[in-house]
């Protein structure tokens, strides 16, 4: 039995569809009684989910996704066994493998989460941030996988679990800083080439009272043989519980929209982020003279910050976890 939806997928599709005329073949994955995957058109995942008796049939489609609850099927397990009940089906829509191994990795995380007993209505609502995710990846993109690279990669330095670090990373891309946790922030600059020169909002260096601000700033390059946002994504989920996992999921999918199948591809050399990593003080970095006069707002600027000295900094949670 596979023990992942990504792998009883993978084991269909070596396989191929069989053409059967009293059920649909599935795999059903250990650890997730009452789900199976099967194959649709041109091989896409179908992940049913059984439920209790609902209401009746009803269909949701959008670019890339395809839900139906209270559908009644037969489905035939590769023993040969039948299973015969109502089933929620999900059907990614989309040929990209980037898209269907997020929608797999999705799914797994509603599966994890699935109420005993199963109502029709309790999986809809639980399904309801699944179908928002898809209705993201068909939105323009709101940021440049260079810059979604380097906040994973500063994700991906946390020793152990990364739930806790993922939690911190912004909900909204347009938010002023990219990690916060009380009164601190974190605030990740990457640029191309061997100059170390970023874009900033005053704002983003202008914290209140008692609050602190770091910069995290690397250099890297997009080369071919590099580590792609796709592995890296994958990879910082991996280390993530199901909560922070669908947190990573929808900040990626917010963030690249439509833009994501050719951003995962992207690779960016991963030694030269490693080796130029430097954090500093947000009081440290050149900035426009303040105060500014109050009719001018939105304030943004370029700092070349090669002649600053790296800061050092204390035991704030946020800090030691992020800029060791």
């Not at 640029?191 to 009272?209: D, E, M």
């Not at 994958?234 to 909560?243: A, F, H, K, L, S």
């Not at 995962?264 to 030269?272: L, Q, Y």
Request: charged share 20%; proline share 7%.
């Amino acid at each position: 039995m596979p023990s992942s939806l990504a792998d009883a997928y993978a084991e269909l599709t070596a396989v191929g569809r069989a053409v059967v005329q009293d059920g649909i073949p599935v795999t059903e994955p250990n650890g997730a009684p009452g789900v199976f995957v099967g194959l649709g058109e041109d091989a896409s995942p179908v992940v049913f989910i059984r439920v209790a008796q609902g209401p009746p049939l009803t269909e949701l489609r959008l670019n890339l996704l395809r839900a139906r609850w209270g559908v009644p099927l037969v489905l035939l397990r590769a023993s040969g066994e039948r299973e015969t009940a109502e089933f929620c089906a999900l059907e990614c829509l989309s040929p990209d493998p980037e898209v269907r191994e997020m929608f797999l990795d999705a799914c797994a995380v509603v599966a994890a989460q699935l109420p005993d007993p199963r109502g029709a209505a309790q999986v809809r609502e639980l399904l309801a941030d699944f179908v928002n995710l898809f209705r993201m990846l068909a939105q323009p993109a709101q940021h440049t996988a260079l810059g979604l690279w380097g906040e994973l990669f500063i994700v991906r330095r946390v020793r152990g679990d990364l739930s806790a670090a993922a939690l911190c990373w912004h909900a909204l891309p347009t938010q002023l800083h990219d990690f916060s946790l009380g009164r601190s922030a974190v605030e990740v600059k990457v640029a191309r080439g061997t100059t170390r020169r970023h874009s900033f909002s005053l704002g983003q260096l202008s914290p209140p009272t008692g609050a602190s601000v770091v910069v995290a700033s690397l250099l890297t390059d997009e080369t071919g043989g590099g580590l792609s946002l796709g592995a890296l994504f994958r990879e910082v989920r991996d280390r993530c519980n199901p909560t922070s996992a669908s947190h990573l999921d929808n900040v990626v999918a917010l963030t690249l929209g439509d833009s994501l199948p050719a951003a995962m591809r992207m690779s960016f050399d991963e030694g030269k982020a490693r080796d130029t990593l430097r954090f500093y003080a947000a009081g440290s970095i050149p900035r426009v003279q303040e105060p500014v006069p109050l009719e001018v707002t939105d304030v943004r600027f370029r700092a070349d910050l090669t002649g600053v000295a790296p800061s050092r900094f204390g035991r704030d949670p946020l800090f030691s976890l992020l800029c060791r």
